[in-house]
């Protein structure tokens, strides 16, 4: 657990790290790291993954239109927006 | 030095279901921003999807058709990035187990039949759109589209021009408007393209760096931003550099790609399966059904136009070469029992006109219906062959119903014999040297008189009527 | 008459003999809120629609939970109510729409009367993580009340109200229940909606109720559950009367010990109160039986590789676009996303985050997570084989009593140790509750009992005939602890 590791992942998870805290962050990763790197010895086999505790098949549903416009309630929630549309900074691709 | 080119192309269709891949949102287009939002589609805190049943079966039929492998059991997984039209932060897409697996498709090429073959065709859903430049200093963001749900069909680098590439796209787009599960509206954005290009020098075995030039949305665009990337390629090799692997876009005003974003480094997706959707599983009698109930594709249509109702082959290719091409077609046969005239009005003057305007039929004004009622005209007789072409420029240029534009132009054809036995016989005693040159051999001035009377009635005597009336009167 | 420390069966047959009316019910507890609001178990209170509810109620109707004043954990979304997760990130946020388990508990009567405080995004054991402050325990205010679920433990605990929702991802239900002195079930994964319940790990996340009694429990367990098509990784599963098996004997009920837990290495205390369990049992008819689990000391580095890979994903939403927090620091987009979360989260929220960044990463996903996916099975399969034998499982809930707040702080991993024992059912998707059964140095301390899948009614059972022959759930803390 390296200074670029937790950076890279700092910024994968869009998080900056305080100054002050960020040995300890990183020592706590490391450790907690360590401790679930016990998982590494266990023979597992080749089992299946469980991904669900239900070991059942999607429900699906209908091709059916049900949703109402709610424009208004959604954009006065939102942080910064005008009548029509969520606002932010301007993006350049 | 010769060079080779790879290419690859992901293009993504948007399956034409009601409403959205997770939730009831509409798919519908061109919308008020932000009204086609479910709770689902925002993203909001403690919602979770259910998946649209009908977007796997419009998926199944894609991987029918291209005779691909179908995955009766697959799952979803979470693309992690963050975007501002990206509401959860992640993308549900299938990554590990997608709906189709390898098929493949036919392509024309300038060296005759290529068989490309497809990787896999999966079900994720798109995001929604940043609008950059409408407000000064901010991007504003409409999650319309957000949850749509899009099949995303990828090819194997088997692609070697630009031409072959705009063919498979041309080909794709055939198929997914034949099957009807994607209207093809390519500047809607119902169908874009993100396309891998490299380079390397004939003969290496190697693969090189490819570089993507993402969300091409058009034929043109396709073929031009592919040269220009393979020159920008050769150049960069030429000069002794390596081509870099990234993201670019095509500037279409300017005919040049650049380069995305910058910190590409960073798009580690984390993929893992969705826990909140179970795997999907598509039983025996359900694929059964699917391929029982499949639209006809081009081949068979040419097939059984030429076949049950005669058409020559060469008609068959022209109508069936579009699927709304094809549904006028099958329409006005259908109301006018006439296939044949239909077919030779739309392969000779409807074709000449899109011709002349370079358009799709798509992007004509003539609606489906009103053209298989200009055809009716025709076999009722209201309105004569010729006539029914000046009817039809006037539909072209207006989309003005056939009914409204005979009327209000007077056009209807004059059937009524003794109107028209009255003319020709005011013709017949006006002109007695041209009786008498006639009758005395000249058996060309027919057309004379057939003339005069089509232009004393503007045109709209009935053609067979005037002849038959003449022969009678000048024996 | 007073109403506190009432179980919701007593409230109920106070309200239909008229010993006191729907209204004065909400007032008075809305009285206990505020003599209280030092524990700081709410968030925020819903006072004025409570009392109107009260005022229009249908005092005709049958439902036990009819006018009953109920606390909701804050990670349900409650309509036009605030709800924050215990988060700076959401601290104005007012949803649009009201979780399913909210809505089943409404229809049935229940009186929402607030929020409850609780770990930042459930992400806890001791309720020390919100940005709303630390939950005080009403058996020593100096101490938690466990955690994620602390607000809604205490709330019960010092007799505020007689039931509460809570939520449990590795133990948040069961695991503040033995600190407070209450009980509280976790049912089996899918009995109740996750529609409306902020996600943390969405594969072990389960609402479930809190309640002075398991019968209580059983009682909002009927109303919490539905299957509901708008979640569906909800069962489908025919849904019993929880209550009615509930009086059954136990005699001749097989209970098993799990071998590997080994409870040697638990203080001398903790061991003596669960072995003094044990004896009752033994004394009511049933059988004590050792399980292996061959595979559990594995439980806590599997949960802490799974659930901080979900939430990694879960938490992605937060991003300050469109709704919540954003920074007013954002001049550009990275600006804003890196900001706003970072300032929105807390520290043990972002190491989760990391940690699952980390673990699903390219290079490490088949390592760790997918590793930890795979002895997730073995667990589980452990289990299956261990039910063949027995009917429930009992251990402790927690290695102790309630411990000092801030005693904890340095080291996350002890912390993560406190829900050994609670994490495994999480893992396996099984029913587990914990209910009080002693007292260590006037700390109450709990016991645990695992059931098979879908088999709330045996351990509600289980529990339920030792609540008839021990008085642990009725104690309750002396008004004078300060």
């Known amino acids: 657990m390296d200074k670029k590791t937790v950076s890279t992942i700092s910024y994968l998870s869009r998080l900056k790290l305080d100054e002050d805290n960020q040995d300890k962050i990183t020592s706590d990763l490391e450790n907690i790291i360590k401790f679930v790197d016990q998982l590494n010895d266990t023979d597992v086999n080749d089992i299946e993954p469980l991904t669900s505790p239900l070991e059942k098949v999607a429900k699906t549903r209908a091709d059916a239109v049900t949703a109402e416009n709610r424009k208004e309630e959604f954009l006065e929630r939102a942080p910064k927006s005008n009548e029509d549309y969520f606002l932010v900074p301007r993006v350049v691709e | ?475 | 008459m007073s109403i506190r420390y009432k179980t919701i069966k007593e409230l109920s047959e106070m309200l239909k003999n008229n010993d006191i009316s729907h209204p004065e019910l909400i007032q008075e507890t809305f009285s206990l809120i505020e003599e209280n609001k030092n524990l700081n178990s709410f968030v925020t209170l819903n006072k004025e629609n409570a009392i109107l509810k009260a005022e229009n109620i249908n005092k005709e109707s049958p439902s036990i939970l009819n006018g009953i004043p109920i606390a909701q954990k804050d990670l349900f979304c409650t309509k036009d109510l605030r709800t924050t997760c215990g988060s700076n990130m959401l601290s104005s946020f007012i949803p649009p729409y009201s979780a399913t388990v909210i809505e089943n508990l409404e229809k049935a009567g229940c009186i929402s009367v607030g929020k409850t405080n609780m770990d930042e995004f459930a992400m806890g054991s001791s309720n020390e993580t919100s940005y709303f402050g630390n939950v005080l325990n009403p058996w020593g205010h100096n101490l938690v009340p466990g955690g994620s679920s602390g607000g809604s433990a205490a709330a019960v605990a010092a007799g505020i109200v007689p039931a509460a929702t809570g939520t449990d991802t590795g133990g948040s239900i069961r695991q503040p229940a033995s600190l407070c002195g209450i009980s509280g079930l976790k049912p089996t994964y899918g009995r109740i909606s996750r529609w409306g319940m902020i996600a943390f790990a969405s594969s072990l996340d389960q609402a479930g109720p809190m309640a002075r009694t398991a019968e209580d429990c059983a009682i909002m367990l009927n109303h919490m559950c539905s299957h509901d098509p708008k979640d569906t990784t909800s069962l489908d599963e025919n849904i019993p009367d929880f209550t009615s098996t509930i009086n059954d004997s136990i005699k001749g009920t097989k209970i098993g010990i799990v071998k590997e837990f080994d409870l040697s290495k638990l203080d001398n205390d903790v061991v003596k109160v669960f072995e003094e369990s044990i004896k009752q049992y033994e004394s009511m008819g049933a059988e004590f039986v050792e399980v292996s689990l061959p595979n559990i000391s594995l439980s806590v580095p599997t949960y802490y590789v799974v659930a901080p890979a979900e939430c990694s994903s879960n938490l992605s939403r937060f991003d300050g676009v469109k709704f919540g927090k954003r920074s007013e620091l954002a001049s550009n987009l990275e600006e804003l996303y890196i900001h706003t979360r970072s300032e929105g989260f807390g520290d043990e929220v972002k190491r989760r985050i990391l940690i699952g960044s980390y673990v699903l990463s390219a290079g490490f996903y088949d390592a760790y997570y997918k590793k930890a996916q795979q002895v997730r099975r073995l667990i589980k399969n452990d289990f299956d084989s261990a039910f063949k034998k027995v009917d429930v499982i009992m251990s402790p809930t927690t290695r102790g009593a309630a411990f000092e707040a801030g005693s904890k702080g340095s080291d996350p991993i002890q912390m993560y140790l406190e829900d050994l024992f609670t994490i495994p059912a999480n893992l396996a998707g099984l029913p587990a509750l914990s209910i009080p059964n002693g007292m260590i140095e006037s700390k109450p301390i709990g016991l645990q009992l695992i059931g098979n899948y879908l088999d709330e009614q045996k351990i509600l059972q289980v529990a339920h005939n030792f609540q008839k022959l021990s008085d642990w759930h009725l104690k309750t803390p002396s008004e004078d602890i300060s």
């Open chain 2, 1 to 475: 030095m010769t060079w080779e080119t790879v290419i690859g192309l992901e293009i993504h269709v948007q399956l034409s279901t009601k409403s959205k891949l997770f939730s009831g949102g509409s798919t519908g287009f061109g919308a008020e921003p932000n009204t086609h939002v479910d709770l689902i589609d925002m993203g909001l805190p403690g919602v979770l999807p259910v998946a649209n049943r009908d977007a796997f079966h419009k998926a199944i039929r894609f991987g029918l058709a291209t005779n691909a492998e179908i995955n009766q059991t697959s799952s979803f997984d979470r693309k992690n990035y963050f975007y501002p039209d990206l509401p959860k932060g992640y993308q549900i897409t299938q990554m590990a187990m997608p709906i189709v697996g390898k098929g493949t498709i036919k392509i024309e090429t300038e060296d005759g039949e290529k068989i490309i073959n497809i990787t896999r065709a999966h079900l994720e859903e798109d995001a929604g759109k940043s609008i950059h430049d409408l407000f000064e200093g901010e991007t504003g963001v409409d999650l319309n589209r957000a949850g749509t749900p899009l099949l995303e069909i990828v090819s194997e680098p088997e692609i070697s021009n630009a031409k072959e590439a705009v063919a498979y796209f041309k080909a794709i787009r055939q198929i997914v408007t034949f099957l009807d599960i994607c209207d093809g509206n390519m500047a809607q954005g119902s169908m874009r393209c993100d396309v891998n290009v490299s380079v390397r020098k004939e003969g290496d075995t190697e693969l090189g760096t490819r570089a993507e030039i993402k969300n091409i949305n058009s034929f043109k665009f396709i073929e031009k931003a592919i040269n220009h990337e393979i020159a920008r390629q050769i150049k960069v090799i030429e000069a002794g550099n390596s081509v870099v692997q990234e993201t670019r876009l095509y500037d279409s005003v300017k005919n040049e790609t650049r380069s995305m974003r910058s910190k590409e480094e960073a798009n580690d997706y984390r993929y893992f399966p969705c826990p909140d959707l179970l795997p999907v599983v598509i039983s025996d009698d359900e694929l059964n059904e699917i391929k029982s109930n499949l639209p006809e594709l081009p081949e068979q249509k040419i097939k059984r136009y030429v076949t049950q109702i005669n058409l020559d082959e060469s008609e068959a290719r022209i109508i069936a070469a579009s699927k709304t091409m094809a549904n006028i077609f099958e329409e006005a046969c259908e109301k006018t029992n006439d296939s044949k005239l239909v077919a030779k009005w739309l392969v000779g003057d409807v074709s000449a006109l899109l011709n002349k305007d370079n358009i799709d039929i798509e992007e004509s004004k003539l609606s489906s219906s009103n053209f298989a009622k200009l055809i009716e005209r025709i076999t009722d007789n209201t309105i004569s062959g010729k006539i029914a072409k000046s009817v039809l420029e006037e539909i072209w240029s207006s989309g003005d119903d056939v009914d409204a534009i005979i009327e209000s132009k007077g056009l209807v054809q004059i059937q009524d014999e003794t109107i028209l036995v009255k003319i020709a016989q005011s013709i017949i005693d006006n002109n007695p040297n041209q009786v008498a040159a006639y009758k005395g051999g000249k058996d060309k001035l027919f057309g004379f008189f057939v003339g005069q009377v089509m232009k004393e009635t503007q045109g709209k005597a009935n053609p067979k009527s005037v002849n038959e009336i003449l022969k009678k009167l000048l024996s």
